[in-house]
């Protein structure tokens, strides 16, 4: 077995016995043992009592985090003309039509959000299977199908969290970084919380949110009071 660094090890034994506990503890302790010698991303994950499998058990959406990520979001837009020439004044990283479908085909994904035009969906769609597993296919229903690209570009580089329940009924997503105030995660946690509270499925049935768990890049998990975190 392989032998544990003191910091994984005072990590550990900081979290030990720590079980759902509030908001604010859990972002003490996750905060307090993020001594990565980089910035650490905090990340939250939710495992909810949904099948996505099913159409009226799928959780998706996107939320505004007040805080940010703190990450540098690349983002790509599908447009032609007009469109164009706004997602470029408004800070896309890369913009194209069926020149940049090429490029995605070749192998090449520099970005980290895409949005599209509803007229550029032709093209769009012939992307579905390298896109879809990356979760980047744009979507109406999170916003990156539409023909307000400005505010799309907005909305990506300034902090909104896109979440999609996977398979087996987990929601993660990075809600911020190590360097972030304890009132700063705290606040981006209940955000991103609530955003999935609200996004409920109608074929949701029993218990909707089974656990909630917070942890940084290098360091253990803790579970949060789903109570306390839902304001329940």
């Not at 020439?85 to 069926?98: F, L, M, Q």
């Not at 769609?125 to 916003?143: F, H, I």
């Amino acid at each position: 077995m392989a032998k544990l660094g003191k910091r994984t090890t005072a990590a550990r034994e900081a979290f030990a016995g720590k079980e759902n506990v509030t908001v604010a503890e859990a972002v003490s302790l996750v905060k307090d043992n993020a001594k990565a010698k980089f910035d650490e991303t905090i990340e939250i994950s939710l495992v909810l009592g949904v099948d996505p499998r099913h159409a009226d058990q799928m959780v998706r959406g996107t939320v505004s985090l007040p805080n940010g990520t703190g990450k540098t979001v690349r983002v790509a837009v599908f447009a032609k003309g007009d469109k164009a020439e706004e997602a470029k004044a408004a800070g896309a990283d890369i913009v194209g039509a069926e020149d940049l479908m090429e490029t995605v085909q070749g192998g090449t994904i520099d970005f980290d959000r895409c949005i599209a035009t509803p007229d550029m969906m032709g093209v769009v769609g012939r992307l579905g299977k390298v896109l879809g597993p990356r979760n980047l296919m744009p979507n109406p229903r999170v916003g990156t199908v539409t023909m307000d690209v400005a505010q799309a570009v907005a909305d990506a580089k300034g902090g909104q969290v896109q979440f999609k329940a996977e398979k087996a009924g987990v929601v993660h997503a990075g809600i911020g970084k190590a360097s972030f105030s304890a009132e700063q995660i705290e606040q981006n946690v209940l955000a991103f919380v609530d955003a999935v509270q609200k996004a409920k499925p109608s074929g949701a049935k029993g218990t909707y949110m089974k656990k909630i768990a917070l942890t940084s890049t290098m360091g253990p998990g803790v579970s949060l009071d789903i109570a306390n975190a839902t304001g329940n």
